[in-house]
């Protein structure tokens, strides 16, 4: 009966030592991080265009495909020019995030206009102009929007704002490939060019934007040190310790084990 005592010590023993699961081998050969993908040392975005109505933006500060110049423009001597420029993630979020609340999301934007802004008046606008916004998303949903009021026409303008996150807004967590960000830049600005062809002279002014690219169209996000925590990214962030995957079964096997223990030990005893 020793014998069945010592597989029954065996058993527990086996069944409460911890099991790598995987191949280490495997693990250590794992291609390098994506650095177009927010880590725990850059959690700046910034934008990017290829200068052919294709926007994008990512965590990589260099971006061999984006416009040589380094900034959007657009004229137009007579009529409107309608910016809507949706800087999306490319390539698509891979991880989860998790903003510290109460903390801020910061922009930082440089942003030039020529022509009419100002609906009403003396102007030309006619209610078809509009002021610049800038508009954050995560997925679909709308996170925050930034209105800046006109500046003097002609002159390039470092546009900054933030916004404090917080959990009653409930954008806090961004769930990988369904809360892809995106930044949306709007306007729209008149041109009012008059040709006076008997004189030879234009009168009014031509419509003209321009946005910089890359350091000088960034987003910085607030995100929290948790994120890179292996279980907020398993999405085991709110599953109380006793119920994370494993625990249970560990425990089970353990109590499986110490009763064939038991067990041998009543029989050794019946048997003496």
Not at 77 to 104: H, S, V
Request: glycine residues 6%; contains cysteine; negative net charge.
């Amino acid at each position: 009966m020793r014998a069945k005592t010592l597989v029954a010590l065996i058993i527990t023993a086996l069944m409460l030592t911890p099991v790598q699961a995987g191949d280490v081998t495997a693990s250590q050969s794992e291609p390098a991080e994506d650095t177009r993908q927010p880590n725990a040392n850059n959690t700046t975005m910034y934008m990017w265009s290829n200068d052919m109505a294709t926007e994008w933006t990512h965590f990589n500060l260099n971006d061999t495909e984006s416009a040589e110049a380094g900034e959007l423009t657009e004229e137009k001597d007579n009529g409107i020019i309608n910016i809507k420029y949706r800087f999306t993630m490319d390539p698509t979020l891979d991880k989860r995030l998790n903003m510290t609340e109460g903390a801020e999301m910061r922009g930082n934007f440089n942003v030039y206009w020529e022509g009419d802004i100002d609906n009403g008046g003396d102007g030309s606008c006619n209610n078809d102009c509009e002021y610049l916004n800038i508009t954050v998303y995560r997925g679909p949903n709308k996170v925050f929007q930034h209105t800046e009021q006109p500046w003097p026409a002609g002159n390039w303008k470092n546009i900054v704002f933030s916004y404090s996150m917080t959990e009653e807004d409930g954008h806090l967590v961004w769930d990988s490939t369904n809360d892809n960000p995106v930044v949306e830049v709007t306007m729209k600005v008149k041109g009012n060019i008059k040709n006076w062809q008997e004189a030879s002279i234009a009168e009014g002014d031509t419509a003209a934007f321009g946005f910089k690219l890359g350091e000088e169209a960034r987003l910085e996000l607030p995100i929290d040190e948790s994120t890179w925590d292996e279980k907020f990214q398993a999405g085991m962030d709110d599953m109380p310790e006793e119920d994370t995957p494993g625990f249970t079964l560990v425990v089970a096997s353990a109590a499986i084990a110490m009763a064939v223990f038991v067990n041998v030990g009543k029989e050794e005893e019946n048997e003496a």
